[in-house]
């Protein structure tokens, strides 16, 4: 079973690389929330949880302070 950890590698949901820079990161959140944002994907579950772990991911490694520490 995995760790809520490695459930939850936030690199992964954004597909980055741990060295990704600043800029990258925002430009996966747009891509990544733009396909999943519930208004374009009305009534689907899937695409609500992928936008929450997205929004998860992007509020962590957008931050350098909680970056650090998830690093």
């Known amino acids: 079973m995995l760790s809520q950890a490695e459930e939850r590698d936030f690199y992964k949901i954004m597909g980055l690389s741990r060295n990704a820079q600043e800029k990258e990161i925002k ?16 009534n689907d579950e899937t695409a609500l949880k992928k936008f929450q772990d997205i929004s998860s991911a992007y509020e962590v490694l957008s931050d350098s302070d909680k970056r650090r ?3």
Request: glycine letters at 0%; hydrophobic letters at 25%; aromatic letters at 10%.
């Open 27 to 42: 430009r996966a959140f747009k891509r990544l929330s733009l396909i999943h944002h519930p208004d374009k994907n009305p």
């Open 69 to 71: 520490k998830y690093d």
